[in-house]
């Protein structure tokens, strides 16, 4: 059975930004990029090709058509779909045998070569064994691999460990995370959502608002992406990571009526998840930051003066992360591309390349040989 533990870990020296991608592309060699894609919440992605089309479907109209691997890959590039039950009516969080331990076990045959077993439109994108590797995750995708990495070196509090109905389990989350050169986030939930919050412990108010437009409940799955320490991924790793994570926020609402959901969430945020949650600041996932990733004192709504806090580098929630790029995307749109060229807004030890592409864009341009 899963036992909590709530201490904090510390974060390790950090590099900025530029120079974890600098040595990651030092060390990586001529040979190809493989990307593994791990989606994020609500899929089925061990069954037909949900997997792939959580990149490339969309919620809402002005996306339709749109595909993460169109910006994605450059000639030569592969990419491995990793698919997990992450549906509400199965209801496993980010430290089950059925979530982590099936997107190790999936990692560890990608890398060997054996290919992920799945439809891809692009002919020849099969990854191999000499390929360079680098995750991108999304959503709850993010979170699953922040326990993963975090608990992937020996002395880490659940090492190579995860959870069934009947009681702990060995992965070999540490094989998993060999030889990956870095993890990206786009839109992660690496300290939960504020609209888990309000399903599973809100107000009369939020309680009339999920009836009426959400329809969720509190199953353990959404009860392990609120925000509380008590169910941060963040209190259950080691005090390092097997990998880099550089993360990328969006803090555009969703299109139509569906934008009003920005409303409820705290800080700006990108229709589901929190500014503040998605680059890993530390503190609460529902700190209120701006695009500049920072918090200001304001009067009716408008900042003034200097910051009072930033979340650079030097502050983050978990090891060895760093800022990569804010840009001004939804959730649906960050896992499609459905939005090609964004606006972005400058952050402290943001990296350059890729402005103003969208994610899988930026992605591509920094992870070129």
Same mark, same amino acid.
């Given at each position: ?64 058509? #749109?595909?993460?691997? /169109?910006? &994605? ?6 990419? *491995?779909?990793? =698919?997990?039950?992450?549906? @509400? ?85 540490? #094989?998993?995370?060999? /030889?990956? &050169? ?6 992660? *939930?690496?300290? =939960?959502?504020?609209?888990? @919050? ?85 503190? #609460? ?15 009716? =709504? ?68």
């Amino acid at each position: 059975m899963f036992k909590y533990s709530f201490s904090k870990p510390s974060l390790i020296s950090i590099l900025t930004l530029a120079s974890a991608l600098l040595l990651g592309a030092t060390q990586a060699s001529a040979a190809d990029n493989c990307y593994i894609m791990v989606h994020g919440h609500g899929t089925q992605g061990n069954v037909g090709n949900n997997a792939l089309d959580s990149w490339r479907t969309a919620n809402f109209s002005e996306y339709n058509g #749109s595909d993460f691997m /169109d910006d &994605l890959l450059s000639t030569g590039d592969n990419y *491995a779909l990793v =698919g997990y039950d992450s549906t @509400d009516e199965s209801g496993f969080p980010y430290w089950r045998d059925e979530t982590a331990g099936e997107i190790a076990r999936q990692m560890i045959a990608i890398k060997q070569g054996n290919g992920d077993g799945k439809y891809h439109p692009q002919a020849g994108t099969q990854c191999s064994a000499n390929d360079n590797f680098w995750v991108v995750s999304h959503s709850q995708g993010a979170q699953q691999m922040m326990w993963i990495a975090g608990n992937a070196i020996s002395g880490s509090p659940y090492y190579n460990t995860a959870y069934t109905a009947s009681g702990a389990k060995t992965v070999n989350y540490q #094989s998993a995370m060999n /030889d990956i &050169l870095g993890v990206f986030t786009l839109g992660g *939930a690496i300290t =939960g959502t504020e609209g888990a @919050d309000r399903v599973c412990n809100g107000n009369w108010l939020d309680a009339l608002i999920n009836v009426a437009f959400l329809g969720r409940d509190c199953n353990p799955s959404i009860q392990w992406l609120q925000t509380n320490d008590s169910y941060a991924v963040k209190n259950y790793i080691g005090s390092n990571l097997a990998a880099p994570f550089y993360t990328m926020g969006g803090y555009k609402g969703f299109p139509g009526l569906e934008g009003a959901s920005s409303a409820l969430i705290n800080g700006e945020d990108d229709g589901y998840i929190n500014l503040a949650s998605q680059m890993s600041c530390s503190g #609460s996932g529902k700190r209120n930051i701006w695009d500049d990733l920072s918090t200001y004192r304001t009067f009716f =709504g408008i900042k003034y003066g200097s910051p009072t806090y930033t979340c650079n580098n030097g502050n983050k929630g978990t090891p060895r992360t760093y800022n990569m790029a804010s840009v001004y995307t939804d959730h649906d749109a960050e896992r499609n591309g459905g939005i090609n060229a964004p606006d972005y807004t400058g952050i402290p030890n943001g990296l350059s390349c890729g402005n103003g592409r969208n994610m899988a864009g930026r992605i591509d341009s920094c992870t070129a040989n």
